[in-house]
């Protein structure tokens, strides 16, 4: 009983002022909001917005409401953060293994890339190709075509739209590729284990996955057109293109300088990774008379994303935390349409601030029960 | 076959292959050379996509002819193993040589030769390169903010004696080698915090401040002459009674006058700005993060559950959120929560929200270094009868702070390269002091300048950081 209450002491003690620190701020709050006239309530998602934001994937303008305008904010953060995640990964890779090479220049060159990119704030990056590199970008009038269907302005990039007919089949005929390369890897590892015969997995599924799309579009009946941008003239000396689908600078900027800031922690993952596995598992693979592939494929890859990918997600999520400073060059993410402008127009400080944060949260928090499980999955089973 | 063979570099035929694939080499290098410094285009008569092909042709095969292996000429071996091993390191190294060689000039041009450094106005900067002219008349905006430009003198004053006072444990000798830790753990950030107070800030506090000094020269002046024995009791004393003794007794009307030193003007956080506003909230972030990140490591590793969910959840909250996010409640929110008639200024918010923040993530680092240590270690400093606190500050944290000294010069990293953020709460440092300058009216359109001047800055300062971390780890590096 007397060890017990040892235990409790410091324990009630962090409680009491945890407690007493919270109880003042709640205190506060509610005397500072009855002074002020504010009441506290999360009724005014409902409400009309009545102001417009400059791209959105969903269909917004000011008549609808404040909830729909988070959604805006919530899928334009997903959007930046998803296109810097995959061009991130693949220059993270790239500059990783680049790093391990024996040849020299290339090594250093790596390195160069790494120290000099990782070495500058986020937000001077990004102003940098907002204000300073994007700008050199020509006017709609002047620019010239990219492959002859795109155009990179000043006023963002003009790609052309995809106008499907029969969608829905083309999709089914993708997922319906996705179901057979799985169930083909697990049949092949099975017989590999069984019988030690090694499948083309990689050969079979990218077959799959170009023909089985081939054939909806031979005999499903799909269509896909293209709309390709028409440079229109608004005024005398303002142009603009109309028709296809139009990429924002701000969505350029940003996505370009986060996944040229974040590649640069993915490749010192990747090399670390790599590293990280012994040289004698390389030799005692290669003795056993594995192929360098096979070797890279089995031996030291499984190993080597075993040390690669929780700092990885980590870096992942760091990307979508970093994707918040859209709000410095003006891209209507979560943090600017909803903390800034929402804020601004219904002063409900509290209300919109916690449910901003409280978004990251459960967004890195979802995140990091995930790398937790694959973690724990893909430790080594020790006895 | 033997044409074959021919064809095949190797030992027999070496020299003829070395000097073939050496001239081959450096007519291509030559080619990319002259057409980006001279914009010389010797193969201009050739098809566009065949002149543009011939370098990276001639040079691929050069370096064909003089891959030999163990050739015995040790440059040549050097080559080979470092940038020419098969084809594609071939190509690849080609391309990269090509690459440095085409963008040198450009750079050169716009960074010097056709920048401009004369003048002081926007009017001389002419030509197609760098504008420095712009960096140097917006110097002290970016160096020191909306700070008055005459009370400048201040702010450098400040650091120059933080900085002679922060190098003072180079020159310790062994005698006070022991008092270092609590010199900087304690004692600097405290002579920091009174520097930047009140002699940045200034203002009427600044009274305080010279009573203090003087009361400090005073009791070291006479400090000489009391023996050894009674030194420490002097020392605890005498400061503090000469302190009060200044302040309230001798001297009132007449310090106040010399305090005053003819108006050290109060200067606003508001007014604060550029680099020197980056290096105060670094500094301070750096000081405050570190405890309270320790605190909460601890925390988390606690064998109290209240303590250990408590200490989760705050490391999770401000890991889960991104700073902007973090500021902008420090910003909106936090005044909310405080009596009305409460002010903190804008500056403490800041501090205090970005050392919350970078706290987790120094208690995420810590607590790794802490789970590497080996249990043995707890158990041996047990098995001597230690307590906790003097377990883990006499065994525990000494070798877990050892090993994580390059995640905790990361964290310190990213803390320096967030400081722009606050720009969020209206705080301009010397990213948002470019930000400002770019939409003056005079001088628009030199936002590449300002943007390249910062970056050095920073990849300076980081790079620094790094290495300097680097060599700590080297350092304390201990075998095990």
Known sequence: MNFKLKDLGPQLITVLAVVLVFGFFTYNAQVNMENRGIDFGYGFLSQESSFDVQFSLIEYDGSHSYFRAYLVGLLNTILVSVIGIILATILGVIVGIARLSPNYLINKFAAFYVEFFRNIPLLLQIFFWYFAALRALPLPQDAEPMFGISFLTIKGLFVPAFIWQNFNIFFYSIVAAIIAIIVIRIHAKKVQETQGKQTPVLLISIGLLLILPLLSFLIGGVRLEFEVPVLKQLATTSFIYEGGVSLPPELIALALSLSLYTATFIAECVRAGIQGVGKGQKEAAASIGLTPNQVLKLVIMPQALRIIIPPTTNQYLNLTKNSSLAAAIAYPDLVLVFAGTALMQTGKAIEIVSITMFTYLSLSISISILMNWYNKKIAIQEK | ?480
């Not at chain 2, 035929?13 to 050496?22: K, P």
């Not at chain 2, 290096?279 to 750096?286: E, K, M």
């Not at chain 2, 700073?323 to 909106?332: G, R």
């Not at chain 2, 707890?378 to 098995?383: D, G, T, V």
């Open chain 2, 1 to 480: 076959m033997s044409k074959i063979n021919f064809l095949k570099p190797d030992k027999s035929n070496l020299y003829t292959f070395l000097y073939l694939g050496t001239f081959l080499f450096f007519v291509s290098v030559l080619d990319v050379l002259l057409n980006s410094f001279f914009s010389l285009n010797i193969t201009g008569f050739l098809p566009d996509f065949l002149s543009f092909l011939l370098p990276l042709i001639i040079g691929f095969i050069g370096l064909y002819f003089i891959r030999i292996e163990l050739s015995g000429i040790k440059q040549l071996d050097l080559l080979n193993k470092h940038i020419n091993t098969n084809n594609f390191n071939a190509v690849l190294s080609l391309l990269i040589i090509f690459i440095i060689l085409k963008s040198i000039p450009p750079i050169l041009n716009w960074f010097f030769v056709e920048a401009s450094f004369a003048g002081d106005s926007k009017d001389v900067c002419t030509g197609s390169g760098a504008c420095w002219t712009y960096i140097k008349v917006w110097m002290r905006r970016f160096m020191y903010g909306m700070y008055p430009n005459g009370e400048q003198w201040r702010i450098n004053l400040s650091f120059i004696a933080l900085a002679l006072l922060g190098s003072v444990g180079y020159f310790a000798t062994d005698r006070f080698k022991k008092y270092l830790t609590l010199y900087y753990v304690v004692i600097y950030p405290f002579i920091a915090f009174l520097f930047i107070f009140f002699f940045i800030s200034g203002g009427p506090v600044f009274f305080d401040f010279s009573y203090g000094i003087i009361a400090a020269i005073l009791s070291i002046i006479i400090g000489f002459f009391i023996p050894n024995k009674f030194k420490f009791y002097y020392f605890l004393i005498v400061p503090f009674g000469l302190y009060i003794l200044l302040k309230y007794f001798i001297f009132y009307e007449e310090l106040i006058e010399l305090g005053k030193l003819d108006g050290l003007n109060w200067v606003e956080t508001g007014a604060w700005g550029g680099l020197s506003l980056t290096f105060i909230i670094s500094f301070f972030c750096l000081i405050f993060c570190f405890p309270i990140g320790m605190a909460f490591a601890l925390g988390r590793r606690s064998g109290f559950p209240l303590i250990r969910y408590i200490s989760i959840g705050f490391i999770e909250f401000w890991r889960g959120v991104p700073l902007i996010t973090v500021l902008f409640m420090s910003a909106v929110m936090f005044p909310m929560f405080l009596p009305a008639d409460f002010f903190i200024d804008k500056l403490v918010r800041c501090i205090i929200a970005i050392s919350l923040f970078e706290a987790a993530y120094v208690a995420e680092v810590i607590r790794g270094g802490l789970q590497a240590l080996p249990r043995g270690q707890y158990e041996a400093a047990k098995s001597l009868g230690m307590g906790y606190w003097r377990m883990h500050i006499f065994v525990i944290l000494p070798q877990a702070l050892k090993l994580v000294i390059p995640g905790i010069a990361n964290t310190f990293l990213a803390l320096v390269k967030d400081t722009p953020l606050i720009f969020v709460v209206g705080l301009l440092e010397i990213v948002g002091m470019l930000n400002l300058a770019k939409t003056n009216p005079e001088w628009l359109g030199f936002a590449m300048e300002g943007y390249v001047f910062a970056a050095i800055i920073f990849w300076i300062i980081c790079y620094a950081m790094s290495k300097y971390s680097y060599n700590l780890e080297e350092k304390y590096k201990t075998d095990r």
